[in-house]
């Protein structure tokens, strides 16, 4: 079975570029999640998912953050203008359920610096 | 929110040796998760385990939720042990994980 897949793997931009991360999570799960991850730090949850309804964006900058998941399935999240201080690894990860108790699995992240 | 304080927040050891990793969390869960991140940066799932006892090869874990922590052992360590070691939990439905800071574990050969 195929593991959650991100791509870009790296980006380099220079800061008020956009930027766009993409995500395709563990076929048949239900809940998809972005996280972002600091440099020494855990992740921290961005957005969650419950097929196509972000139930939990309370952490999403959204003056400048945004994302969709079509269709209940891949996730695209979108930074636009990029900042300085948005270098980080962007994680995403996907679990079957939405009950809560499920384990998540991650994707090897993008790692996203800005100039 | 829900604190998770990870200790001890670096660790360094030889091959062969066993070490304890301790999660602490501030309230009740219904969810906690050990991950490991390897140097390249993968998260990988090691236990669901919100209470009991679980075992996987050389690694073990325990959560003690009325005592609100957990601890993660490692036995025979080999290098590819290295990397940092996060316990994450969430306090109600909805499975928003709260990570701590992680442990950093080198094993030398």
């Known amino acids: 079975e195929a593991g959650v897949v991100q791509s870009p793997r790296y980006k380099i931009i220079e800061k008020k570029q956009p930027v766009a991360f993409w995500c395709n999570p563990i076929?048949?799960?239900?809940?998809l999640y972005w996280y972002l991850q600091n440099l020494g730090q855990g992740p921290e949850l961005l957005i969650r998912?419950?097929?196509?309804?972000?139930?939990?964006d309370s952490q999403l900058p959204k003056d400048r953050f945004s994302a969709e998941r079509l269709k209940g399935v891949d996730s695209t999240l979108k930074i636009q203008p990029a900042e300085l201080g948005d270098s980080a690894v962007y994680l995403c990860?996907?679990?079957?359920?939405?009950?809560?108790?499920?384990?998540?699995?991650f994707g090897p992240g993008t790692r996203l610096t800005v100039l | 929110g829900i604190q998770v304080e990870q200790s001890p927040p670096d660790l360094i050891l030889q091959e062969g040796a066993n070490s304890t990793l301790r999660c602490n969390f501030s309230?009740?869960?219904?969810?906690l998760q050990w991950f490991h991140q390897n140097p390249w940066g993968q998260l990988i799932n090691l236990f669901y385990?919100?209470?009991g006892t679980k075992q996987n090869g050389r690694l073990s874990a325990t959560t003690v939720a009325t005592e609100r922590y957990s601890l993660l052992y490692i036995s025979s360590s080999q290098t590819t042990d290295s990397g940092v070691y996060f316990c994450?939990?969430?306090?109600?439905?909805?499975?928003?994980?709260?990570f701590g800071g992680g442990t950093r574990v080198l094993v030398k050969p």
């Open positions: 990860a996907s679990s079957l359920g939405t009950s809560g108790t499920d384990t998540q699995y």
């Open positions: 076929s048949g799960h239900n809940t």
């Open positions: 998912y419950e097929n196509e309804e972000a139930v939990d």
């Open positions: 309230d009740s869960v219904n969810n």
């Open positions: 385990i919100p209470s």
């Open positions: 994450a939990v969430s306090k109600a439905a909805g499975n928003k994980l709260t």
